[in-house]
C-alpha cells in the first residue's frame, strides 16, 4: 500500500479495435453513409461494395456495377441519398438508395479520360468536382450530372482536387506538388503556390507527393495531405499533412508523420471529439492509423499493427473504420495457398470505437 | 541479406582448374572454332541495339494489359496497329509502331532476384559448365568484333558513371568488356589539349608504337595486345568526338527523344549507331516499382513510349532496320498480385519481351498468358530462346558457332534451346 | 611428396587440410638441407622439365624489377649507375636486403596489403598506420591477421586493424542491409584462400569441398559482431550462447553448428552463468567494451591465424609467391580446394612448412624469393619455340604494376622528385605531402589506375581511361614540359644524341638503350634546335612513358 497517493499521468485515450470486415478485394476508399446505416467502399473489382450495419451483425450486401478498372474515389452527400464513385477509366457515377435497393442516378462513361484520382462534393451536396490524370477539371451538378463549369488548360496531371464550400472556388494539387486555385464561375486560374517537398524527380520519373485536399472549417483551412516523396520506383515518404490560410494558402502548420522511409498520407477525417484521423501507407509496409491533435505534430495514438492502411472514415457515432491490407502482401515469384492457387490481397476493413469509449469489442 | 548469388554458381572452368585449363592471357582468349565462320563475321555490317529495363518494367503496365481483371489494375488497354492485338493505355505511340515490332509474351524465366536474375538474363543463362559466360554486349563483341568503324564494339549508355566494365566479359577476358558512358558523357580527357597540335600527338604516338613493338619482340604478346588496344579505342574515339557535342544535335531530335536521361541517351545510342559502334546498351534504372506501382509506371512509360518510338522512327527512316536488331528487356516482369503498397513484386513467371528490325519478323505478336497473367498459356520460352534468336536474327549461327575457352569448346547460347521461328523472317 | 591429382580429388576440406597438414611435418626435416630460394629453384626446375627456360635478367632488368617489388618505385638514375657499375659478385643479394632494410620498404608493403586486404574500398587514417607500423617492424603476418580478425582496441599501433571488418560493416545505400555475408566471404577468400560466396545457402554446387556448414560457422561469428562508433575503427561482440541453426534451400534439413574455422575445425562455444560472461566486464562511462571470457573473434584468430592452420600458411605463401612471381601456385588465388591443386603441390607445401617455422617473417620470404633463379630470370622468351604456359616460370611472367607504383614511378622517371625536392634527405612521401600539386597528381593516379571497389587487383587491365589520362591530362603532360630540374630539362641541355639516350633511357625505363633506340632518337632530333628540339625530347620522354614496358613489371 503506498503512502501517498501518487499523481498519475492521464494517459489520452486510446481507440479500441471493436471488429474487423473482410473484404475480399482490395480496396481504396471507405466512407459511411450520411444516414449512418451503410458501410460503402470501392477499390480493384471496379464494385460499390456494401456493409449494411445496422444488422446483427454486420453484413455484406448486393454490389453495385457499373464502372471499371479500379473505383479510384468515392464520396457520400453530405444531408442526401446519393453516392459518388470515380474510376480509373473515366467514368463518374452517382447511385442513389445506398442503403437500401441502389440504383444509378446519372453517369458519364468518360467523365474524364482515365483514371480520375480525386472527387470532392461541395459542403452542400449539390455539386462535385472531379480531375485526375488527363488534366481535366470538371464541375458537376450533383443531383443531374450536368456539367456547371470547367477548367480549361489545366497545365499538368492533377493529383488531388477540392471544392470550397462556398462553392465559389476550387484548388487542384498536381504531379509537381503544386497548388491552383480556380474561381467559380469561369474556371480562371487566380493564383499558384508550390509546396516544396511534394514532389520528387529522378532519372525518368516523377514522383507526385501531393495526395489529398480537403477543406476544413467552412473553408478557412485547406488541408494538403501526401507526403514528401524520398525516391523513386517505390512509395518511400515522409508523410506530410499541410494546413494552410485560404484563400492565401499560406502554410499555418505542418505535421510530418513518419521517417524518411515510411509513405503517404492517404486518408483523413475530423473526428468530432475534436482531433483529426489520419492513415498512411509506404513500402514495404509502414503504415500508420494514428490521431492528432490540431495544432500538435506528434499525434497522441499511433497504431502501426495495420501494415499498409488506405483509408478512414469517421461514422456518426465516433467510430471509425480503417481500410488495410493483409499482412504478407508482398511477396516475389508465384505465392500460393496450400492448394496450390495463385492468391490475391485482399483488404481487411477494421472498425473502431471512438476513442474514451466504453465500447467493447464484438467477438467473432 | 542472401549472399548467394547463384549465377556465380556456374565457376569459370579456368578459374576452378587453375593451372590445367592451360596458360590463358589477358586477352585474346576465347577464338572461335571455325576460321571460316570468323571472316564471315567479319564482313557482318549487322549492329544490336538494347534496351534495358533495369529492375522490371511490369508486362501489365506494357505489352500485355488485362484491364478488367483481378490482376490487371487500374488503366485500360489500347488497340495497336495490329488487328486484334492491345497495349496498356500508357504507351500510344509504340501501339502505333506495332507493325514493325515483334513482342514475345511467353516469357518464362525462374530467377526472381535482381542481383542473381539480372546477369542470368543478360548472359543468356545457358547450360551451367562452371564457366562465367559474357553478357550479351560483350558476346556480340566477341563474335563480331567491331564494325568497319573500329568503333569500341560494345558501349553502354548509362545514368551515373562509367567506365570500364571489364567483368560484362566474362571467360572471354576483360578486352570485350564494356565501355560505359556515364549519362551519356564522354570518357574524361577524350579531347586533346590544345597545347598539342595533331602533329605532335601523331608523332608522338608514332614513337610509343615504335617502343611497343620493341619491347613486345621475344616477349609474351597478350599484355602489350591489351595495352595497345586501349590507346587504339581511344583513338578512335577520339576521331568521333562530335558524337558527344551537344550543339551539333537538332532541336527537333531532342524534343522527339525527350530531354530527360532515358531521351538523352537513346539519342546518343542512335548516333553511336551511326558511328558505328557495333553493341549499344541503354540502361533505365529504377523500375523496381514494389510500391506505387501504377503512378510510377504512368509517368515512367511515357518516356518509354517517347524514346522508343523516335529510334524505331528513326532506325526505319535512316533504313537502318535492315541491319539493326533492337531489344527492349528487363530481367523479368511484375507479378499479377498487387500488394499492399499498391505495387507489383518480381515476377518471372509470365512476361514480355519487344524486339524490332534486322531479321525479325515485324508485326508478330508470339505467345500468350492466361486471361489473369498468372502463368503462360502456350509454350513458355526463356532468354536462352531469345539470344538463339537474336544471335541468328545478325547472322550468326548459334547452333553452330562455339567460344573456345582455353582447350574448351562452349556454345553460345544454351544448347537445349533453339531460335523462334515466328520471331524471325 | 608430390600428390597425385586423384588423390586431391574429392577430398572434403575438413580432410583435405588434415592430409596436407601432416605433409608440414615430415617437410620439414628437409629444411636443414639447403636455403629456401634453392629448394624452389629445384622444385621449379624439375617440374619444367624439358621446357626451355630463359636467360638469367641482365642487370638492369633485375634492378627495375626487384625494386618496383620491394620498394614500390623504379629505381632513379643514380641509383641505376650505381648498382649497373657495381661489380661486387653478390650485388644482387646484396640489393635484395638492402631494399628490404630501406625507407621504402615499409611504404611498398603497406601500399600492397591495402589493395590486398581492402580491395579500394576506402581510406583510414588508423589502418594506414596499422600496416605501416606492421611493416616498420617486420611484425610476423600471424600477429598482423589477428590483429584484424580480433582487433585490440587498446593498442594504438595495432587498433586501426580493426578497419579490415569495419569498412565491410557500412551500409550501401540507404535501403541496403549491412553485408555481413560478404565480409564472411572475404575473410575466408583473404584469410584462407577460400571463397565460400556460394556456400551461404547450400553446399557448394560446384565445389566439393566448400560446405554451407563452412559459411554458416564463419558467418555466425561475424553476425554477433558490430561495428562500434567512435574515433578510431572497432568493432564490439555480443555474448554467444547457443549455436547457428541453418537450413539449405535445397534439402531444408534443419541443422546447427558450432564456430567452425576455416582449416580448423568447430569450437564448441562455451557458456556462463549469467553475469559472469565477461573477465573484464564492459564500462559504458569509459567507453570500455569489455572482454569476453569466450570471444568468436578471438576462437577465430587463435585457430585461423596461427601455423597449425595449413589453409593460413599456404594463402599468404601464395599470395606473396603471386606478388613476386606474376601468377599463383594456386588461381584464382582465393579458390583453394581438392579440384583447384596447386600447380606445384611439393613447392607450396615446402614454402608453408618453411614461412611457418621462421614463424611468419615476410621480410624473410620475400628475401628467399627475390633470391631464386625463378625470380630472377627474364622475361625475354629463350627462342622461337612454342609458349609454355605462364605456371611453368620458365620465363618470367609480367606483371600488373598498381596505381601506387606507377605514381611513384612515373614521380621518379620525370625527374619531378628532383624538381621539388631541394637537396635534403626527405622520403618521397614527405615530398608529396608538401607539394600541392603532386598531392592532386597522386589522387588522379589512384582514381585512374586503380580498379572500382571490391574488384580484386590480379589481372593486367588496361583502360582507355588510362590511355585518355596519360594522353590528354594537363597535368601529365606538364610533367614531361621543360621544368627547371626535372628529366627533360636535363636532356634538354645535352647535345649529344648518344648520352641524351642513354639518360632519357635510363631515367624512364631504366635501362640502357638498344642501338635501334638510339637510331629512333637521333632520327627524330635530326636537324632540329631550340624549342622544337625540346619539344621533340618532351614526346620521347611521353611515349615512353605511356608505353607497355613503363607500366608493367617485367
Not at chain 2, 576465347?30 to 549487322?46: S, T
Not at chain 3, 542491409?177 to 554446387?205: E, K, N, S, Y
Not at chain 3, 605531402?433 to 580498379?451: D, G, M
Request: with cysteine; charged share 25%; net charge positive.
Amino acid at each position: 500500500m503506498a503512502d501517498a497517493p501518487k499523481p498519475t499521468e492521464k494517459k489520452p485515450p486510446e481507440p479500441r479495435e471493436l471488429f474487423k470486415l473482410d473484404c475480399d478485394r482490395q480496396l481504396m476508399v471507405a466512407r459511411f453513409t450520411a444516414c449512418g446505416r451503410m458501410l460503402v467502399a470501392g477499390g480493384y473489382d471496379a464494385s460499390i461494395r456494401r456493409w449494411d450495419l445496422c444488422a446483427e451483425q454486420t453484413v455484406e450486401v448486393d454490389r453495385v456495377e457499373g464502372h471499371h478498372g479500379w473505383i479510384s474515389w468515392l464520396e457520400v452527400q453530405p444531408g442526401g441519398d446519393l453516392v459518388f464513385s470515380a474510376d480509373t477509366w473515366g467514368r463518374l457515377q452517382a447511385t442513389r438508395g445506398i442503403a437500401g435497393t441502389p440504383e444509378i442516378a446519372w453517369h458519364h462513361e468518360q467523365a474524364h479520360d482515365g483514371w480520375i484520382r480525386s472527387l470532392s462534393v461541395s459542403d452542400d451536396g449539390q455539386a462535385l468536382v472531379t480531375a485526375g490524370r488527363d488534366g481535366a477539371v470538371r464541375v458537376w451538378s450533383a443531383v443531374d450530372g450536368r456539367l456547371l463549369h470547367e477548367v480549361k488548360d489545366h497545365p499538368s496531371e492533377v493529383f488531388a482536387v477540392a471544392i470550397h464550400p462556398a462553392k465559389q472556388a476550387i484548388v487542384t494539387g498536381d504531379l509537381f506538388g503544386v497548388l491552383r486555385r480556380f474561381e467559380l464561375p469561369g474556371g480562371k486560374c487566380v493564383g499558384e503556390t508550390t509546396l516544396a517537398g511534394m514532389h520528387f524527380y529522378k532519372r525518368i520519373q516523377d514522383v507526385g507527393g501531393l495526395r489529398l485536399l480537403r477543406f476544413h472549417d467552412k473553408g478557412r483551412t485547406l488541408i494538403c495531405a501526401g507526403g514528401e516523396p524520398q525516391a523513386t520506383g517505390r512509395s518511400i515518404a515522409i508523410p506530410t499533412i499541410h494546413w494552410l490560410d485560404w484563400p492565401k494558402c499560406r502554410i499555418a502548420h505542418t505535421a510530418r508523420l513518419g521517417a524518411k522511409n515510411h509513405g503517404f498520407v492517404f486518408d483523413l477525417a475530423w473526428h468530432p471529439d475534436g482531433f483529426w484521423a489520419v492513415v498512411t501507407s509506404g513500402q514495404p509496409g509502414s503504415g500508420q492509423f494514428l490521431l492528432l491533435k490540431p495544432g500538435q505534430e506528434k499525434p497522441f495514438f499511433n497504431s502501426t499493427k495495420m501494415s499498409n492502411c488506405h483509408s478512414l472514415a469517421v461514422h456518426g457515432d465516433g467510430r471509425i473504420v480503417v481500410t488495410a491490407s493483409n499482412r504478407n502482401s508482398q511477396g516475389n515469384g508465384a505465392v500460393r495457398d496450400k492448394r496450390g492457387n495463385y492468391v490475391a490481397n485482399f483488404s481487411p476493413l477494421h472498425v473502431f470505437a471512438p476513442p474514451g469509449s466504453d465500447e467493447k469489442p464484438v467477438a467473432g | 541479406m542472401n549472399h548467394c548469388r547463384s549465377w556465380e554458381h556456374g565457376w569459370s572452368r579456368r578459374r576452378m582448374l587453375g593451372a590445367m585449363a592451360g596458360g590463358a592471357g589477358v586477352a585474346g582468349l576465347g577464338g572461335i572454332l571455325q576460321p571460316a565462320a570468323a571472316e564471315e563475321m567479319a564482313r557482318n555490317d549487322k549492329q544490336i541495339l538494347l534496351i534495358w529495363l533495369d529492375g522490371g518494367m511490369s508486362q501489365l503496365e506494357s505489352w500485355d494489359p488485362k484491364p478488367n481483371t483481378p490482376f490487371g489494375g487500374p488503366f485500360r488497354s489500347i488497340p495497336t496497329a495490329l488487328p486484334g492485338i492491345h497495349v496498356s493505355e500508357l504507351m500510344p505511340k509504340l501501339s502505333r509502331q506495332m507493325k514493325r515490332l515483334a513482342v514475345v509474351r511467353s516469357m518464362k524465366t525462374e530467377d526472381a532476384n535482381h542481383s542473381s536474375g539480372v546477369p542470368k538474363i543478360l548472359r543468356g543463362q545457358p547450360r551451367n559448365r562452371g564457366v562465367t559466360y559474357p553478357y550479351l554486349g560483350s558476346a556480340v563483341a566477341k563474335l563480331m568484333g567491331p564494325t568497319e568503324s573500329g568503333l569500341p564494339p560494345y558501349v553502354w549508355v548509362k545514368p551515373g558513371n562509367g567506365g570500364f566494365i571489364a567483368k560484362h566479359a566474362g571467360f572471354l577476358g576483360a578486352k570485350y568488356g564494356a565501355l560505359a558512358l556515364g549519362d551519356g558523357k564522354p570518357p574524361a580527357n577524350l579531347v586533346r589539349p590544345d597545347s598539342i597540335s595533331s602533329a605532335a600527338d601523331a608523332a608522338r604516338q608514332e614513337l610509343r608504337r615504335k617502343f611497343n613493338r620493341q619491347f613486345a619482340d621475344r616477349r609474351r604478346a597478350n599484355f602489350n595486345e591489351a595495352n595497345s588496344y586501349v590507346y587504339d579505342v581511344a583513338g578512335t574515339l577520339m576521331k568521333h568526338v562530335e558524337l558527344f557535342d551537344e550543339a551539333k544535335l537538332s532541336e527537333k531530335d531532342r524534343r522527339r527523344y525527350g530531354t530527360h536521361d532515358l531521351g538523352r541517351h537513346a539519342l546518343l545510342a542512335r548516333r553511336l549507331i551511326e558511328a558505328g559502334v557495333r553493341f549499344v546498351q541503354v540502361t533505365s534504372y529504377g523500375w523496381d516499382t514494389h510500391g506505387d506501382n501504377f503512378n510510377s509506371h504512368a509517368s515512367r512509360m511515357p518516356k518509354v513510349d517517347q524514346s522508343v518510338t523516335a529510334l524505331i522512327e528513326d532506325l526505319y527512316d535512316r533504313g537502318l532496320d535492315e541491319r539493326v536488331l533492337v531489344v527492349m528487356m528487363a530481367e523479368f516482369g511484375r507479378t499479377p498480385r498487387i500488394n499492399g503498397s499498391v505495387g507489383r513484386d518480381h515476377w518471372p513467371n509470365a512476361w514480355s519481351v519487344a524486339m524490332a528490325g534486322c531479321g525479325i519478323r515485324p508485326g508478330t505478336v508470339v505467345g500468350e498468358t492466361l486471361p489473369d497473367g498468372t502463368d503462360v498459356k502456350t509454350t513458355p520460352y526463356d532468354i536462352g530462346h531469345m539470344f538463339h534468336t537474336w544471335f541468328s536474327a545478325v547472322g550468326l549461327d548459334s547452333a553452330e558457332a562455339e567460344y573456345m575457352n582455353g582447350t574448351q569448346p562452349l556454345p553460345i547460347a544454351h544448347d537445349d534451346m533453339h531460335k523462334v521461328d515466328e520471331l524471325l523472317i | 611428396m608430390v600428390w597425385s591429382r586423384s588423390s586431391l580429388m574429392r577430398q572434403p576440406l575438413v580432410l583435405l587440410v588434415a592430409c596436407l597438414a601432416a605433409a608440414d611435418g615430415s617437410n620439414l626435416v628437409q629444411a636443414a638441407e639447403a636455403p629456401l630460394h634453392q629448394v624452389i629453384d629445384r622444385l621449379v626446375e624439375s617440374r619444367a622439365g624439358k621446357q626451355p627456360l630463359a636467360a638469367m635478367s641482365d642487370d638492369a632488368e633485375f634492378l627495375r624489377r626487384v625494386m618496383l617489388d620491394l620498394a614500390g618505385r623504379i629505381p632513379t638514375v643514380a641509383e641505376a649507375r650505381r648498382f649497373l657499375g657495381e661489380t661486387a659478385a653478390d650485388k644482387r643479394f646484396t640489393l635484395i636486403d638492402s631494399l628490404l632494410s630501406g625507407d621504402d620498404y615499409p611504404r611498398r608493403m603497406q601500399e600492397l596489403f591495402h589493395v590486398m586486404l581492402m580491395e579500394r574500398r576506402g581510406e583510414h587514417a588508423e589502418w594506414t598506420k596499422f600496416l605501416r607500423y606492421a611493416f616498420n617492424q617486420n611484425l610476423p603476418w600471424d600477429r598482423v591477421a589477428r590483429a584484424m580478425l580480433s582487433p585490440d582496441a587498446t593498442d594504438e599501433n595495432l587498433r586501426g586493424a580493426a578497419y579490415f571488418l569495419t569498412a565491410r560493416l557500412t551500409k550501401e545505400g540507404a535501403m541496403a542491409p549491412v553485408d555481413v555475408p560478404g565480409l564472411t566471404r572475404d575473410v575466408g577468400r583473404l584469410m584462407a584462400g577460400v571463397d565460400f560466396g556460394c556456400a551461404q545457402c547450400h553446399d557448394h554446387v560446384s565445389i566439393e569441398d566448400y560446405k554451407q556448414v563452412d559459411f554458416q560457422g564463419l558467418h555466425m561469428i561475424f553476425e554477433n559482431m558490430q561495428s562500434r562508433g567512435g574515433e578510431f575503427p572497432a568493432v564490439t561482440e555480443k555474448v554467444m550462447t547457443k549455436p547457428r541453426e541453418f537450413k539449405s534451400v535445397f534439402t531444408r534439413d534443419p541443422r546447427t553448428t558450432p564456430l567452425r574455422i576455416p582449416g580448423a575445425g568447430d569450437v564448441s562455444i562455451r557458456t556462463f552463468p549469467k553475469g559472469e560472461e565477461y573477465s573484464v566486464a564492459p564500462d559504458r562511462k569509459a567507453k570500455r567494451t569489455g572482454v569476453l571470457k569466450f570471444s568468436p573473434l578471438r576462437e577465430l584468430a587463435g585457430g585461423l591465424a596461427t601455423g597449425k592452420n595449413p589453409l593460413f600458411a599456404r594463402n599468404i605463401v601464395n599470395r606473396l609467391w603471386f606478388v613476386m612471381m606474376g601468377r599463383g601456385l594456386v588461381e584464382p588465388l582465393d579458390l583453394f580446394h581438392s579440384a583447384n591443386p596447386p600447380t606445384h603441390p611439393e613447392l607450396l607445401d615446402r614454402l608453408a612448412g618453411e614461412f611457418v617455422s621462421h614463424k611468419f617473417d615476410i621480410k624473410w620470404l620475400l628475401g628467399q624469393l627475390a633470391r631464386t633463379r625463378c625470380y630472377q630470370r627474364s622475361s625475354r622468351l629463350p627462342g622461337d619455340q612454342p609458349l609454355s604456359p605462364r605456371s611453368s616460370y620458365t620465363v618470367a611472367n609480367q606483371k600488373r604494376l598498381s596505381a601506387e607504383q606507377l605514381f611513384w614511378s612515373t614521380l621518379v622517371a620525370t625527374g619531378e622528385i628532383d624538381r621539388v625536392k631541394p637537396a635534403t634527405d626527405d622520403t618521397l612521401e614527405k615530398v608529396v605531402a608538401r607539394t600541392e600539386s603532386l598531392v592532386e597528381l597522386q589522387k588522379q593516379f589512384l582514381k585512374t589506375f586503380s580498379n572500382p571497389p571490391k574488384e580484386p587487383e590480379v589481372d593486367f587491365a588496361p583502360t582507355v581511361k588510362g590511355a585518355l589520362y596519360l594522353m590528354h591530362d594537363q597535368a601529365v603532360l606538364d610533367l614531361v614540359k621543360p621544368r627547371p630540374g626535372n628529366l627533360v630539362t636535363k636532356l634538354a641541355a645535352e647535345p649529344d644524341t648518344g648520352k641524351l639516350s642513354e639518360a632519357l633511357f635510363l631515367a624512364v625505363v631504366s635501362r640502357g638503350p638498344t642501338t635501334a633506340d638510339v637510331q629512333v632518337v637521333a632520327k627524330l632530333l635530326e636537324n632540329k634546335t631550340g624549342a622544337a628540339r625540346i619539344e621533340a625530347i618532351g614526346q620521347l620522354a611521353w611515349a615512353l612513358l605511356a608505353s607497355t614496358e613503363f607500366c608493367l613489371n617485367h
